[in-house]
């Protein structure tokens, strides 16, 4: 019994020793898990330090470099800058150089046009001295200078304007001034100024203005017209009056069927085409576009375009034909007009320039050479 008391205090006591062993581990263990998790902290701290001194350096430096480039800029502007102004206060030297040396050479040119100018004076004097001796030696000269002035103008205004009648007055004014001088050296003249007179008194005389204004005038009766509307065919009346006489039965039975069956039904025939009525806008837009025509034409007589004259007038009276009551008088007097100025010449082919105008010129300066030759022989 005693052996046994003993075995289980034994025990006891080693259980007891056991588990003060177990927690004597335990916060053995708990004590190093205390120290690793410090040291681990501390790492972590001592990482973030340095790794924030680093990033502070790493800023800091690059913060000196984007400062010393720049500056590194503004040096190479502020060089730039007094590169540029050194090269200016060149250039403006060099160009206060060039101004003077110009207003020399300037100086000495007006110096020049200045003596050029009494040379240039004294010849003048010298010609008109000349011309007025070969004035009051042949007075006549005046009329021939005066017929070549006429002639010049005759030329211009059958070239520019096409004004046959006035050129036509020009160059006979001409003619009678050259009869006036009673030279027989001018007689070649003369014959080429009647021939330039002849070949204008053929040409056709076109009324432009004249044209026109009759075309304006059927562009404003535009709105006189009246548009076609639908017509009915006519009815042509059946002789339904029955005969008295016995013979003619089946006619009369024919006459009464028939006049009892046009009650029911009625058939008439349409043998031409019915074209459909116009809206009031497609009948505007048609008038405003037959007056369109109408200027057309009035614009190609003053460019004296044929082809596009006859093109806009047999369009206008297409239409007209078309769209409009043909059985109007103002439709029909509108027609007439019409085909009356598709048949009207607009363009002739002018001359470019006169014969007599050449040859005049020239026979004024062989005279004056002439002139001028005996003047300074008999000198």
């Known amino acids: 019994m005693t052996d046994n008391k003993n075995s289980s205090q034994s025990a006891d006591t080693k259980t007891t020793n056991k588990g ?39 800023h800091s430096h690059q913060q000196n470099q984007l400062q010393q480039q720049v500056l590194s800029k503004l040096q190479a502007q502020l060089q730039e800058q007094k590169d540029s102004q050194q090269s200016l206060r060149l250039q403006l030297s060099e160009d206060k150089q060039t101004v003077a040396s110009q207003l020399t050479q300037t100086t000495q040119q007006l110096a020049k046009i200045q003596d050029s100018e009494k040379l240039n004076a004294a010849q003048l004097e010298t010609v008109q001295l000349a011309i007025a001796i070969l004035i009051m030696r042949n007075p006549n000269e005046w009329m021939l200078a005066e017929a070549e002035y006429l002639i010049r103008i005759a030329g211009r205004k059958i070239a520019l304007e096409q004004d046959i009648d006035t050129s036509l ?9 050259l009869t006036q001088l009673n030279d027989p050296s001018l007689l070649p003249l003369r014959k080429v100024i009647e021939q330039d007179i002849t070949t204008l008194t053929k040409l056709p005389r076109i009324d432009h203005d004249g044209l026109a204004l009759k075309l304006a005038i059927q562009a404003q009766e535009v709105d006189n017209l009246v548009l076609a509307g639908f017509t009915r065919p006519e009815v042509i009346k059946a002789d339904t009056a029955l005969s008295s006489d016995s013979a003619d039965w089946q006619a009369n039975l024919t006459k ?8 029911f039904i009625t ?72 085909e009356t100025l598709s048949k009207a010449t607009i363009t002739t082919a002018y001359p470019a320039k006169l014969n007599s105008a050449a040859l005049i010129q020239t026979t004024i300066r062989d005279r004056k050479i002439k002139a001028l030759a005996n003047n300074t022989g008999a000198e």
């Open 20 to 58: 003060t062993t177990d927690t004597s581990n335990t916060l053995v263990a708990q004590d190093k898990s205390s120290n690793k998790a410090g040291v681990v902290t501390g790492a972590i701290a001592i990482l973030l330090t340095l790794g924030l001194g680093a990033g502070l350096y790493y």
């Open 169 to 177: 007055a020009l160059l006979s004014s001409a003619s009678r001034r």
């Open 256 to 263: 009464s069927w028939q006049s009892f069956s046009a009650n």
């Open 267 to 338: 058939i008439r025939r349409q043998d031409n085409s019915v074209d459909a009525l116009l809206s009031p806008q497609t009948a505007w837009y048609l008038t405003e576009n037959l007056k369109t025509q109408l200027l057309q034409a009035e614009l190609a007589v003053y460019r004296q375009d044929q082809a596009k004259f006859i093109l806009s007038l047999q369009t206008a009276k297409s239409w007209i034909e078309r769209y409009y009551d043909v059985n109007q008088p103002a439709t029909k007097g509108m027609l007439a007009s019409l």
